[in-house]
């Protein structure tokens, strides 16, 4: 089955950094490019970082840009995003997502999410 | 960059037909392949519409895209609606290898 599996949300303070992870499973990893998407409460969805099947190729939302940090490891079949200084309006669902196999502009396979909140 | 735009909602009632646009502020429409996704409340995304006009598999053909040079824009039109339909949509394209770019979504209701 093919599956993303999300982690490492949680409440954070503004200004401090939290690590997401998404290990990928039933598919070859290597094959696809991944992207982080995340939706606010209530709201709709926003695409927030994009990475090729090599890293060569790396992509941020202007909201996100000089923030977040987003990368790859094969050997353990895992997309992160690093995220630093953090703020309130960063506070939303997390998904991970895989490039789609027939449409590799879209995404078919989507994780269940990891919820940050960014409070004091 | 550009952006996608489209109605905040819609309504329209069981077995009708209703259309969705999705309008892109620069560059063409036809420049770049517009996926569209079905989302429910509290369930991922999953893909209606895929490169324009095709379909997944498993996605019944009461679902259809198509793009509009005129207009600039994409449209999901779903005919025969459903109560299962309800739910919220969202356009989807690109702008680069690994940069892409997704509507504010459309919140379908059938009444």
């Known amino acids: 089955e093919v599956q993303l599996v999300e982690s490492g949300g949680g409440l954070v303070q503004p200004g401090r950094s939290l690590r997401l992870s998404c290990v990928a499973s039933?598919?070859?990893?290597?094959?696809?490019?991944m992207h982080w998407v995340r939706q606010a409460p209530g709201e709709g969805l926003e695409w927030v970082s994009g990475?090729?099947?090599?890293?060569?190729?790396?992509a941020y939302a202007d909201s996100v840009k000089g923030r977040f940090t987003i990368s790859r490891d094969a050997a353990k079949n895992s997309l992160y995003l690093q995220m630093n200084s953090l703020r309130p309006e960063d506070t939303a669902l997390y998904y991970c997502?895989?490039?789609?196999?027939?449409?590799?502009?879209?995404?078919?396979?989507w994780g269940q999410g990891t919820t940050v909140t960014v409070s004091s | 960059n550009f952006m996608l735009t489209q109605p905040h909602s819609v309504s329209e009632s069981p077995g009708k037909t209703v259309t969705i646009s999705c309008t892109r502020s620069?560059?063409?429409?036809?420049?770049?392949?517009v996926q569209w996704y079905q989302q429910r409340p509290g369930s991922a995304p999953t893909t209606v519409i895929y490169?324009?006009?095709?379909?997944p598999s498993g996605v019944p053909n009461r679902f259809s895209g198509s793009i509009d040079r005129s207009s600039n824009s994409a449209s999901l039109t779903i005919s025969g609606l459903k109560t299962e339909d309800e739910a919220d949509y969202y356009c989807?394209?690109?702008?680069?290898?690994?940069?892409?770019?997704f509507g504010g979504g459309t919140k379908l209701t059938v009444l």
């Open positions: 997502a895989k490039s789609a196999r027939l449409y590799y502009y879209g995404m078919d396979v």
């Open positions: 039933g598919f070859t990893f290597d094959d696809y490019a």
């Open positions: 990475i090729s099947w090599n890293s060569v190729d790396i």
């Open positions: 620069s560059g063409s429409i036809a420049g770049n392949y």
């Open positions: 490169e324009d006009k095709k379909r």
């Open positions: 989807q394209s690109y702008d680069s290898n690994v940069h892409r770019v």
